[in-house]
């Protein structure tokens, strides 16, 4: 019988760095065939952990947020719209409104569609624009004509118009926002200043060929094919198969017919084995998703028996997918940025967390008191809670006994930023690459030599002996 191990299981056994500082390593990598992201962390299709502000954060951050599915297709829809909006060299398609329009719908929509300004416009021609700060002290009652800042004193750019003659442009006038018409005064795009200065003071932001943010969903294996055409219409960059057993007819005839229906990238999985990752590769998929069972908040492997210890999963999975060059997503049981080194160096070029970022400020869900801690929600998406929603929303009977369980639900605590967090996972990773004598995640994966730890070898990598806070 072989042995199955995880990352508490082992160590990185340290190799001579020429390293001068770890902010020199690069942590740059490949989240499917052709999405590159400038760090390898992805964060979770959980109904606790990725809705659009945790995808708009994690993909400003460098890494990508996967929009969870539990959810309508238009809520989904929505989610991704809001990210890949959230910034954008070119708006192709501004908002606007017509110029009768009032004065508390104007608020109402810039609240909903979350901006602070809206071009107005008659029969696609732009004929004024109106900020937050024109509306702040006006009275209800006033339309839209009244309060604009009208068409001939507004400074307009050409279709085609570069982002950085709209920053000299912008510059020079004191403007954020400049329209782009064609010779007949028709709306072409909007840029704004925000978008540049964003694009300026975050170099290592994921970014699309446009300037938008990256951003992937999930879809099942049963109804997909509607909800996959409005998340690819949306633009969402990737799709994600979230299936617990990927290593199924039904994952498999589901990625084949997303691959011939839609030119998207696509991640498949979850699997363990090289047998899996080889029948999903030959399948088409664009990367392959490990883990089973090694969830913060997964009993797969009590309730089924069934699972294979995760470092041991990535390396099965890993040993094949390297022949074909696909890259490895280990998703699952990640506590700590030397987990995450342990998930590289094992051959993953990404990987996949839940509870880590469950208690950020962008994950979904308000702040609750627990024992006088600040904590949040997470909980399993094939446990009680979840499936009982989904019941709900889609009017199913709801009986109680019908669902075997393979989550749980709990708390974690509250963590603040995602901002903070990657930083120091990215940190950690980056001290873990130079340990191991690599100046980047392919170097890691070069030198990265494992050795197998006892019990009390565990128990001295912790802190020990001391009292603690
Ligand atoms: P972490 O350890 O990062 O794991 O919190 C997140 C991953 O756990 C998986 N997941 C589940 N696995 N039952 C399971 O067996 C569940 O109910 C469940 N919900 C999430 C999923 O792969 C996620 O990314």
Request: overall charge positive; hydrophobic content about 40%; aromatic content about 4%.
């Given at each position: ?8 299981d ?13 902010k ?12 590159e ?41 929505s ?82 118009t ?18 782009l018409?064609?010779s ?7 840029i ?41 219409e ?12 990927g ?27 090289g ?8 399948a ?8 089973v069972g ?8 009590i ?51 839940g ?35 989904k ?6 009977s ?16 509250y ?21 191991c004598?690599?100046?980047?995640i ?28």
């Amino acid at each position: 019988m072989k042995t199955g191990l995880t990352f508490d299981d082992v160590l990185l056994v340290p190799k001579k760095s020429s390293v001068t500082s770890r902010k020199n390593i690069s942590v740059k990598t490949r989240l499917t065939k052709n999405i590159e992201l400038n760090n390898p962390i992805v964060s979770s299709n959980m109904d606790t952990v990725t809705e659009a502000k945790m995808g708009i954060e994690m993909a400003r951050n460098g890494g990508i947020g996967i929009i969870h599915r539990f959810n309508s297709i238009d809520e989904q829809v929505s989610m991704v719209t809001s990210v890949k909006r959230a910034e954008s060299l070119i708006i192709e398609n501004p908002y606007s409104v017509s110029l009768d329009t009032k004065i508390d719908e104007i608020k109402f929509l810039m609240k909903k569609k979350k901006v602070h300004s809206l071009l107005v416009s008659e029969d696609g021609k732009l004929q004024g624009i109106i900020t937050s700060r024109d509306i702040r002290f006006q009275k209800n009652g006033k339309i839209a004509k009244e309060i604009m800042t009208p068409r001939e004193k507004i400074i307009t750019g050409k279709p085609g118009t570069l982002p950085e003659e709209a920053k000299e442009v912008l510059d020079k006038y004191r403007i954020e926002k400049l329209p782009l018409v064609d010779s007949e005064n028709r709306i072409m795009g909007l840029i704004t200043s925000r978008d540049i200065l964003n694009n300026i003071n975050r170099p290592y932001a994921s970014l699309d060929k446009r300037g938008r943010l990256l951003v992937g969903a999930a879809i099942g294996v049963k109804d997909y094919l509607e909800r996959a055409k409005a998340l690819v219409e949306a633009g969402v960059d990737v799709l994600v198969i979230d299936i617990a057993h990927g290593h199924s007819e039904l994952a498999i005839t589901t990625l084949q017919t997303i691959k011939k229906n839609f030119k998207i990238e696509v991640i498949a999985g979850n699997v363990v084995t090289g047998e899996g990752t080889k029948d999903l590769i030959e399948a088409g998929a664009d990367a392959v998703k490990v883990g089973v069972g090694p969830g913060s908040i997964c009993i797969t492997r009590i309730v089924t028996g069934a699972g294979i210890p995760q470092l041991t999963a990535i390396m099965n999975c890993v040993s094949i997918a390297k022949k074909y060059d696909v890259p490895i997503i280990a998703d699952g049981g990640i506590r700590t940025s030397g987990d995450l080194t342990k998930a590289l160096a094992a051959g993953a070029s990404t990987a996949m967390l839940g509870s880590v970022l469950a208690g950020t400020d962008e994950s979904p869900g308000d702040l609750l008191i627990k024992d006088g801690r600040r904590v949040k929600i997470i909980r399993g998406m094939a446990g009680y809670g979840a499936n009982m929603s989904k019941r709900e929303r889609e009017n199913m009977s709801s009986e109680v006994f019908d669902i075997v369980p393979e989550g749980v639900e709990g708390v974690v605590p509250y963590r603040g930023s995602v901002k903070d967090i990657l930083k120091q996972l990215v940190g950690g990773l980056q001290s873990g690459i130079s340990y191991c004598g690599g100046h980047s995640i392919l170097g890691l994966q070069q030198n990265a030599e494992f050795i197998r730890i006892t019990g009390a070898g565990k128990k001295e990598s912790g802190s020990h002996d001391i009292g603690r806070f």
